[in-house]
């Protein structure tokens, strides 16, 4: 049995435009070198456009990825992020950009964030590709948000539904 595709929520021309526009602003608030923190699996396909992006602005990118699980099959992150893998090295003074696919609670954005501070980082930056500022339930907020949606299950650009569609060149909503 096939699964229908998604509904097209952001086509990928429209994330490639927002993806260097929020690569311009990063640039000019954080400097030409930071540590590229993409928080595992979600980020991967978003945070690779971005550092390339920054690249081509003259930002010299070391990329050190984490890993948090929140959502697991679930359709919504309820539950507390487990850190299931923290940086290789520590951030003594330097600029982190963490980068995430989506903000949804916030959870995941406090706890990558307090990792970083226990791991030294001088400046903490953060950004994502979808923000649902809805669902939030504490004082998080992404630094730098590609777009802005309600209460929907986004997937595609990184993002998944319980392990799938993660390979999708859009952000697409599953009904």
Not at 31 to 43: Q, R, S
Not at 89 to 94: D, F, H, N, S, W
Request: proline share 6%; with cysteine; charged share 20%.
């Amino acid at each position: 049995m096939t699964t229908p595709a998604p509904d097209v929520l952001y086509s990928a021309a429209e994330i490639a435009a927002r993806v260097d526009e929020m690569a311009e602003a990063i640039a000019a608030d954080l400097g030409t070198e930071l540590v590229a923190v993409p928080i595992l699996t979600g980020a991967m396909v978003f945070a690779a456009d971005l550092v390339r992006a920054l690249w081509h602005r003259g930002v010299a990118v070391e990329i050190m990825p984490m890993r948090l699980k929140s959502y697991g099959a679930n359709k919504s992150a309820e539950a507390p992020p487990v850190l299931t893998m923290g940086l290789d090295a520590r951030l003594e003074g330097k600029t982190a950009l963490l980068i995430d696919g989506v903000c949804d609670v916030g959870a995941t954005l406090v706890a990558a964030t307090e990792h970083l501070k226990g791991q030294g980082a001088a400046r903490i930056a953060s950004v994502v590709v979808i923000d649902k500022p809805v669902r939030r339930k504490g004082p998080a907020r992404p630094d730098y948000v590609g777009f802005s949606c309600d209460d929907l299950f986004v997937v595609g650009y990184g993002m998944d539904a319980a392990g799938a569609l993660r390979h999708l060149p859009y952000v697409g909503v599953v009904r």
